[in-house]
């Protein structure tokens, strides 16, 4: 699924099952060392997909340690991202040259819990939501926008190193499957140019959201 959010030079791999007898290098398993089942597989797997697609861009398999606020620490020349949620795990990977940032979030299929909805969304972005909803039912449409913000989230941190907040992008969804992130708050790339907007893509497929952003290298 994932492959069709992504342009052609981003190495995609996605996995609806855990592989058995996958290894981590020592370095991974002492992140998770005090991990429980669920994340483990989820980190395992995660890393599998990870290395899977590197070795499609030909680069040799290497540690993928935790970073800052989590994120993977990718091999030089390279950016990526990793998602996992129930039933699906997958990771995205480009040459830096290619593509500056990628986001990927996945998601089931299904509303968020009470209270969810106005604790990550702005005014304007319920009022949208409530557009979409009166013409396309057979979406929740509230998560669908929750997993935006997920691969917004994803895509800025690499290139910004800043925290950003639910509320520092404004997302608009479109019935097509694109989506578009206005961002509320200052941040430049890596090579100093303003980030003002992201665009992505999202699909509803065997009862999972999935969103990606590929931000194009300047």
């Known amino acids: 699924m994932i492959e069709r959010l992504l342009p052609a030079e981003v190495s995609c791999v996605e996995t609806f099952t855990d592989p058995p007898g996958v290894e981590l290098f020592p370095e991974e398993e002492a992140v998770i060392a005090r991990a429980v089942d669920k994340r483990r597989r989820e980190f395992t797997t995660g890393r599998w ?43 995205a990977v480009a040459h830096a040259e290619k593509v500056a ?49 997920e691969s917004v989230y994803k895509t800025w941190f690499p290139v910004t190193r800043e925290w950003l907040g639910f509320e520092d992008a404004r997302i608009e969804i479109a019935p097509d499957g694109t989506f578009t992130a206005q961002l509320r708050k200052e941040g430049v790339d890596q090579a100093g140019h303003p980030l003002t907007s992201f665009t992505g893509g999202w699909l509803v497929d065997r009862d999972l959201i999935v969103t990606a952003i590929a931000l194009p290298a300047r």
């Open 49 to 91: 997909c990870a290395r899977q697609a590197l070795a499609r861009l030909g680069v040799a398999p290497t540690p993928l340690v935790t970073g800052e606020r989590g994120a993977p620490r990718w091999p030089a020349g390279t950016v990526g991202t990793i998602t996992h949620c129930a039933g699906y795990r997958a990771a």
């Open 101 to 149: 940032s990628l986001g990927v979030d996945a998601e089931p299929h299904a509303p968020l819990p009470d209270g969810v909805l106005d604790a990550v969304s702005l005014p304007a972005e319920r009022a949208h939501l409530a557009e979409l909803s009166a013409t396309r039912t057979e979406h929740h449409w509230d998560r669908i926008l929750f997993c935006c913000k």
